[in-house]
Each structure stands twice: as structure tokens, then as C-alpha cells.
């Protein structure tokens, strides 16, 4: 089983502070972590990803993740907001699914609103 | 050229109706995936495709049936529509299983709505 907690579904920073996102994971397999971006009225994009090796990890748009096992989580900062940043935000986890049972997949997150405040 | 496109982008149709969302994406992936997204933003994997063979099948009425007549399509017909499908439906694909590259590649959704 698999599930992915992100905490606050609404964030809002002031252009230039620091952007914290929250995101906890459950897993029995060893876990892949992602977290996408979402823009208004668009799909999703990848912003950066751990599979293995280093636990820090950049992404684009100056964004990074770390990957803390002992705390199941995979939190996404940025040093300072743009307000360009104002999307949605989604944490995944790859492991094997409840119900098929057969394939790896991703489980996302239900989402954090970023607002970026002037 | 859009990677990853999807036909309608909206859908506003009566309860009981038949319907269809068509994908094709030009990345030459061999997998593909079917979303949907529902109005709190929650996203669920309904079904995957690699080369043309369905490898995840969600836990969907059967109203919903996907199609792939090769790998670069994906369409979705969904029988006796209901309130509850009402959602933005998002098409995916990746090269190999995403859950190892992370790397899906997202179409801009289909807003269904259903009255």
C-alpha cells in the first residue's frame, strides 16, 4: 500500500520568502518521490524526482526536495518566491497498487495551492 | 507541436449520454495513461496502456472503457453518463512505466461536465 499526505492544501508566501511545501509518504516498497507542478487550465509538469543516491535533489525553476526516510517525508522549498510560482502543487509516490497489484504506479497527492502575495 | 493533446478540451452533456475523449501524443512513448481529476483537485489513475496492451485498470465502472489503436492513442468512451463523472480527465504518457522515471508527460485536460 501506498499514500502520500500533503500538508495545507492553501500556502501563500510573500514574493521573495521562503516557499515550504509539505509532503509525508507511506510505503512498503522503497520509494520513488516526485513532485509535479500544475498551472492554470494545464496538465501537470515534473519538477524533479528521487529514485536513488543523493537525498537532496534540484528541480527546475529553483526548486528542490529532500528525501528524509526517517521522517517519510519529501518536502519542496524554493529560497524565494517568484510570482510566477503561483500554481498547484503535487507530491507522488510510485509502489504497488491496492487494487491491480500487477504494476508499479505513481499515487499523487491531493495538492497544495501556492499564492504568491505581491 | 502539442506533446501530449486531448479532444474536447470541454464537454457539457446531459445525464445518460455516451461520450468520448480522444489523446494522441507525438513523444513516441509506448505507454499512456487515462486521469481524472476531481473538483478538489485529487488526482486518480484510471488506466495504463504500454504498447497498446492495458497494464492498470483502476477500480472504474465498466461504463468507462479505454481504447488504444496504437501506441500513440489513447481515447476513452464512457457509457451512461452520471453527476459523479463530472471531473477534468487528463491523457498521460511516458517512455517505459513512469513510476521508474517519474517522467510523465500531461495533456491539458478535458473538463467534463455532466447536468
Known amino acids: 500500500a501506498q499514500s502520500v499526505t500533503q500538508l495545507g492544501s492553501h500556502v501563500s508566501v510573500s514574493e521573495g520568502a521562503l516557499v515550504l511545501l509539505r509532503c509525508n509518504y507511506s510505503s512498503s516498497v522503497p520509494p520513488y518521490l516526485f513532485w509535479y507542478v500544475q498551472y492554470p487550465n494545464q496538465g501537470l509538469q515534473l519538477l524533479l524526482k528521487y529514485t536513488t543516491g543523493a537525498t537532496l535533489v534540484k528541480g527546475i525553476n529553483g526548486f528542490e526536495a529532500e528525501f528524509k526516510k526517517s521522517e517519510t517525508s519529501f518536502h519542496l522549498t524554493k529560497p524565494s518566491a517568484h510570482m510566477s510560482d503561483a500554481a498547484e502543487y503535487f507530491c507522488a509516490v510510485s509502489g504497488r497498487s491496492d487494487s491491480s497489484g500487477s504494476a508499479r504506479q505513481l499515487t499523487f497527492g491531493s495538492g497544495t495551492q501556492l499564492t504568491v502575495l505581491p | 507541436d502539442t506533446a501530449v493533446s486531448q479532444t474536447p478540451k470541454y464537454l457539457v452533456t446531459q445525464m445518460g449520454n455516451d461520450k468520448s475523449i480522444k489523446c494522441e501524443q507525438n513523444?513516441?512513448?509506448?505507454?499512456m495513461y487515462w486521469y481524472k481529476q476531481d473538483s478538489k483537485k485529487f488526482l486518480k489513475i484510471m488506466f495504463s496502456y504500454n504498447n497498446k496492451e492495458l497494464i492498470i485498470n483502476e477500480t472504474v465502472p465498466n461504463r468507462f472503457s479505454p481504447k488504444s489503436p496504437d501506441k500513440a492513442h489513447l481515447n476513452l468512451h464512457i457509457n451512461s453518463l452520471e453527476l459523479g463523472d463530472s471531473a477534468v480527465y487528463f491523457c498521460?504518457?511516458?517512455?517505459?512505466?513512469?513510476?521508474?522515471?517519474?517522467?510523465?508527460?500531461f495533456g491539458e485536460g478535458s473538463r467534463l461536465t455532466v447536468l
Open positions: 498521460a504518457s511516458s517512455q517505459g512505466l513512469a513510476v521508474y522515471t517519474g517522467e510523465l508527460f
Open positions: 513523444l513516441g512513448h509506448d505507454t
